[in-house]
Structures are given as C-alpha cells and as structure tokens.
C-alpha cells in the first residue's frame, strides 16, 4: 500500500531554480500553434506527379516534380564509364535520379521519393 501512495504522491517535491510556483488560482492550459506549421496529411509520394494535399496550403493539388542527381548517380555513371565508357548515361535518365515534389500554388518543398 505504500509503494503505490509513493507513486500517486511523491515525497520529494522540492522546487528547483527552472521551477516557477504559482498559486493554483493562476495556474492555466496554454495552446500553442505555429502559424505555417504544415498539416499531418499521409503523403504517397513516387516517381512521378502525384495528387495530393499540401500540407502548407490545404489545397488539392498535383505536384510538380524536379529531379535531383544523388551519390547512386553518380557511382552509376562511374561504372558506366569503365564499362562501355558512355558516363553521361545515367545524368540524361530521370529513373536514375531522386524525385523532390513541389506545391504548385505555394511552391513549398512536399517531399523526396528516393530511388
């Protein structure tokens, strides 16, 4: 029985410098929000345009897509160069490439679909 009277009050409550008392009749919920905090909206994001939800401007949108050379393009192009020395292969190749998604009415980064 003492051990669970520990649990529900604990003895040692001692304040501490970071600890600021307040009477309880000054004591309140505070709900913060950041204004441009993106909305928690499960993305499925893939190689090509994809329709979505922004998460930053809630509109109902199909994203535009760049393409973005990443370390396996360019290992790819060094082997391609010691095989049939054509490197330039896999940088004129999208599916070689990693797809960065944009909001086209906000222009805000959405997501990468890694290949």
Known sequence: MS??????????LEPTKD???LPMSQKSAITVSAPNAPKAVPLLLGPDNTVTICPFCSSNIKTSVKFRSTTRTHITAALCCLICC?????????????????????SNY???YEK
């Open 110 to 112: 959405i997501g990468t």
């Open 3 to 12: 051990q669970d009277s520990e649990l529900l009050y604990p003895r040692n």
């Open 86 to 106: 054509c490197c330039c292969i896999p940088y004129c190749l999208d599916s070689a490439k990693n797809t960065d998604h944009y909001c086209p009415s906000c």
């Open 19 to 21: 600890m600021e008392i």
